[in-house]
């Protein structure tokens, strides 16, 4: 049996349907979806409903990321989104999505122990305890993640980094997050894991993704009007594989400006974003010369 492993989508319902056609070409019989499914571009609502028409086709294991959070937050009113580079995309986001929507974000958890092709899985949108922790390899606290763990193999996603992670017996993978990759341009990545007596084995797999249409969308939609710098900022991180929306965010609160527009400005400058849809569009004709054809995966993995 495969499952494809697919995370932070982010609302890059491109992006999310390159990645199932792909995982469906290479026979995956079920989807397991670590969260951050929407909140950083146009339509999420085609988001949704990509992922509501998998889950009525194909056997779907889902936990919720610290984006559906915030929209759950903020339809109890524990929380407030207002027009601008701080909150507008979260607020565009909530403006679309529908009711079964969020009856979908609420029924699920952010950890779960699920059965795949007969093994015990771990799934979670960043660790069993939270939604937000960043972990990845080199760092310290992902060995407490390793000693956490309740069975071999724990799937999980939020660094947007692709990678597998192996200590003793135990393998942690992470698909890459297929909506806003880090350290690549014009790829959406996920995982294919395939079950068999023998063991579990994974393929990290990178599918093309063409942005002009998703730059074109970001603008046209009234993404970008509503959410701002953020939302071009995202755009940057899918144009250079770098964290873009993190170095402008941390720059602005340096300056105490979250809510002032010029400082979101005047910060997307000095990084040196490209800022307009002209720039971005230019940007990506010279990223393109650099990309390679067709899909790019690593060599089937053993894992157990």
């Known amino acids: 049996m495969k499952a494809a492993v697919i995370g932070d989508i982010h609302g890059n319902y491109r992006a999310l349907r390159a990645c199932v056609e792909d995982a469906l070409s290479l026979g995956a019989e079920c989807f397991v979806l670590l969260g951050d499914f929407v909140t950083?571009?146009?339509?999420?609502?085609?988001?949704?409903?990509?992922?509501?028409?998998?889950?009525?086709?194909?056997?779907?294991?889902?936990?919720?990321?610290?984006?559906?959070?915030?929209?759950?937050?903020?339809?109890?009113g524990k929380t407030e989104f207002f027009p601008g580079s701080k909150t507008g995309s979260l607020l565009y986001t909530y403006e679309r999505l529908r009711e079964k929507d969020f009856t979908f974000f609420a029924g699920l958890p952010i950890y779960d122990r699920v059965a795949l092709g007969g093994f015990p899985v771990e799934i979670a949108h960043a660790e069993k305890d939270s939604d937000s922790l960043v972990f990845q390899p080199g760092q310290e606290r992902m060995q407490d993640i390793f000693h956490a763990m309740e069975t071999k193999l724990l799937l999980t996603a939020h660094s947007h980094l692709q990678y597998m992670e192996r200590h003793g017996e135990k393998v942690i993978v992470n698909p890459g997050a297929a909506g806003v990759p880090m350290r690549m341009v014009g790829?959406?990545?996920?995982?294919?894991?395939?079950?068999?007596?023998?063991?579990?084995?994974?393929?990290?797999?990178?599918?093309?993704?063409?942005?002009?249409?998703?730059?074109?969308?970001?603008?046209?939609?009234?993404?970008?009007?509503?959410?701002?710098?953020?939302?071009?900022?995202?755009?940057?991180?899918?144009?250079?594989?770098?964290?873009?929306?993190?170095?402008?965010?941390?720059?602005?609160?340096?300056?105490?400006?979250?809510?002032?527009?010029?400082?979101?400005?005047?910060?997307?400058?000095?990084?040196?974003?490209?800022?307009?849809?002209?720039?971005?569009?230019?940007?990506?004709?010279?990223?393109k010369q650099s990309q390679s054809p067709g899909n790019e995966s690593c060599e089937w993995q053993v894992l157990f």
Request: proline share 4%.
């Open 187 to 287: 790829r959406s990545p996920y995982a294919l894991l395939e079950f068999s007596p023998n063991g579990v084995s994974c393929l990290l797999r990178q599918v093309p993704m063409d942005l002009e249409p998703i730059i074109r969308e970001q603008f046209d939609s009234g993404l970008v009007g509503k959410g701002g710098y953020w939302a071009i900022a995202i755009l940057n991180n899918l144009l250079t594989g770098k964290n873009c929306t993190i170095a402008i965010l941390n720059r602005v609160l340096e300056q105490n400006g979250a809510f002032r527009e010029e400082v979101w400005a005047r910060c997307a400058r000095e990084l040196g974003l490209a800022v307009t849809m002209e720039e971005l569009l230019a940007l990506w004709e010279r990223q």
């Open 40 to 76: 950083d571009f146009s339509y999420p609502e085609r988001t949704m409903d990509l992922i509501h028409s998998l889950r009525k086709q194909y056997p779907c294991y889902a936990v919720r990321g610290n984006r559906e959070r915030y929209l759950l937050e903020r339809r109890e």
